[in-house]
């Protein structure tokens, strides 16, 4: 089990380098109320953990509760019992500043659609959440330009977003999405929009990168070639992770 670090309320804490897990959800469960006033459960009692290095393929049938399960495991939302912890800090003991600073220093967000704006270039969109960090612009250069190579598009620096094909659009918000140094990446049916071929390229990069740089992955997928490329597999139903077919 994670244990709490020293000083919950700062990303930066050194201890974050020696966390056994880069996130867990300790019997989290999500209620809403619908229109109606009744009572919605989206998530039952789920239990998981992120290891550093590993790439987990989070699969279920839309609406098992997969989105809502991300959003509470990067703090964006609130389970409504349980706990959750990444990096070993308790989310619950941090006020919204620190959550955002955590997701801004320690976690990577991937989406499907690549949300790349179409007039910057490749390095410029990567550099984006570095501006927003104030990263120094040698700095910033050097981390942008170092994350396209590594996803095979450093010929493709300077060419502009809506220059690119869908599967390099995605290679460049995987790219932006690692710039800052993050420990846990999260993505959400990042292959959605891409044809079974480039899918499987995506896929084999995220594996290698989970591998390569230490970062624990999870990844919200219908996709059978993330399933397929994944470490391990957890799989929802109706709110609640039962065991994988």
């Known amino acids: 089990m994670i244990q709490p670090t020293s000083d919950p309320s700062d990303p930066s804490d050194p201890a974050v380098e020696t966390a056994a897990a880069v996130a867990e959800a300790r019997e989290v469960t999500r209620e809403f109320r619908s229109g109606g006033g009744a009572v919605v459960r989206a998530l039952r009692g789920v239990s998981l953990v992120v290891r550093p290095g590993e790439l987990v393929a989070l699969r279920g049938r ?91 598009l450093g010929p493709r620096a300077h060419h502009r977003g809506l220059e690119l094909s869908g599967g390099e659009q995605q290679r460049v918000a995987l790219a932006r999405a690692l710039a800052h140094g993050p420990r846990f990446v ?53 709110g609640a992770l039962v065991e994988d077919e």
């Open 62 to 152: 839309s609406g098992s509760g997969k989105t809502t399960l991300l959003n509470i495991l990067t703090g964006l939302d609130d389970p409504s019992s349980g706990s959750v912890y990444v990096l070993g800090r308790p989310l619950a003991e941090l006020a919204e500043p620190a959550r955002a600073r955590l997701r801004r220093e320690r976690i990577g967000l991937l989406f499907q659609n690549a949300h790349l704006f179409p007039l910057l270039t490749a390095q410029e969109n990567v550099e984006v959440p570095l501006r927003l960090a104030k990263c120094d612009p040698k700095e910033r250069g050097e981390r942008a330009r170092a994350m396209l190579e590594r996803v095979g």
């Open 186 to 238: 999260v993505a959400d049916e990042p292959t959605g929009n891409l044809d079974s071929l480039t899918g499987r390229a995506v896929v084999a990069l995220l594996r290698e990168t989970a591998h390569d740089l230490g970062i624990g992955l999870l990844v919200a997928t219908h996709d059978a070639a993330v399933v397929e490329g994944a470490d391990r597999v957890l799989r929802l139903s109706d």
